[in-house]
């Protein structure tokens, strides 16, 4: 073989090598959803599927009360039924666990919204009574248009209608929580969980400790849209196909999520009171602007209260969810 026929032969070899590992790096790992697979808590389940860090996982999700799947005959068991869990190797405690948001889908024709006796911000309950009783159980139907990007929204008492812009985020992603403890897939707290963070989005990174060996992560409680604080307990709910790469931060411990995206940082308080939510979210904030920017934590709570904005995920469920961010023009360049 000549000079000129083996440098060829080099140079396709060495294409085809690194073609291989470009798609060894960027494995799409494919779960479809069994409805006998369906959990109801986070916790020490056997996994559905194992991937590497760097894999995308695609799958789908049911909407919080199965809806879709009850009209073709599948019944579920209870609210916010989640897909996985999705077992991550070499994910350890004390590692971070990356959740990039690739791309999160309506998957259906209309999603509902409703209310439940004794749930939502403003509903009587055993731990908030009011006199004169709660509301009544109502539900609410809205035909989604994808080509518009719009849900509509009919009053139950009225002719009026208006269309709602389409956000299509999850409302449950979490990991298994620690000390082999298992959680309703109902609670949000430090694993994650029902955060009904509309930052868990396209665009945004979110960040989870990982608590045991796999992290074993949830994903479900697909929403088209929601308000802030999800004042009566429910957003547009849907079923969902959805599409994450999963990563790792090794030796990297942090105590709460945090969401990240080209602009902000973004930490996040769940607990209740409300005001303990807020306190939990900005102390993480500091902790996080400290170790990425070198800011001290003095330094960076005075920023904070010249510059913060604050996003109240939802005040429904049995902890509340806080978001406080800073924009990234406002800090040093990281380290």
Not at 256 to 277: K, T
Request: charge should be negative.
């Amino acid at each position: 073989m000549d000079n000129s026929r083996l440098c060829s032969w080099l140079l396709v070899v060495s294409s085809l090598a690194l073609g291989s590992c470009a798609q060894a790096q960027n494995r799409t790992a494919r779960y479809d959803l069994k409805m006998e697979d369906l959990k109801y808590t986070y916790g020490p389940f056997p996994p559905v599927l194992k991937v590497k860090a760097g894999d995308t996982i695609e799958t789908n999700t049911v909407d919080a009360d199965g809806h879709a799947v009850e009209a073709v005959g599948v019944k579920v068991r209870g609210p916010n039924p989640l897909t996985g869990p999705f077992y991550v190797e070499g994910a350890e405690p004390g590692d971070t666990l990356v959740v990039r948001f690739v791309s999160v889908d309506v998957d259906g024709k209309e999603g509902w919204g409703s209310l439940v006796a004794g749930f939502g911000g403003l509903n009587s309950s055993r731990y908030t009574p009011i006199l004169g009783g709660g509301v009544p159980n109502k539900v609410w139907t809205y035909p989604i248009d994808k080509a518009k990007n719009v849900a509509t929204f009919h009053a139950a008492d009225s002719n009026f209608t208006v269309n709602i812009p389409l956000h299509p985020f999850l409302g449950c992603v979490g990991v298994a929580p620690a000390d082999g403890e298992a959680r309703s897939s109902i609670v949000p707290a430090e694993f994650g969980g029902n955060m009904d963070a509309p930052e868990a989005s396209v665009g945004n990174t979110l960040y989870l400790p990982v608590n045991v060996p796999g992290a074993l992560l949830f994903l479900g409680d697909g929403h088209a849209a929601m308000g802030d604080g999800e004042i009566d307990g429910t957003a547009i709910e849907v079923s969902m196909r959805v599409r994450v790469k999963v990563d790792l931060i090794k030796h990297k411990t942090i105590q709460w999520p945090r969401f990240e995206n080209d602009n902000y940082i973004m930490a996040v308080g769940i607990y209740r009171p409300l005001d303990d939510a807020v306190r939990i979210a900005f102390t993480e904030l500091i902790h996080w602007m400290h170790e990425r920017n070198g800011l001290s934590e003095l330094d960076a709570y005075e920023l904070l209260s010249k510059t913060a904005e604050i996003h109240l995920d939802e005040m429904v469920d049995p902890n509340y969810v806080i978001v406080a961010k800073i924009n990234k023009k406002f800090l040093p360049v990281a380290k």
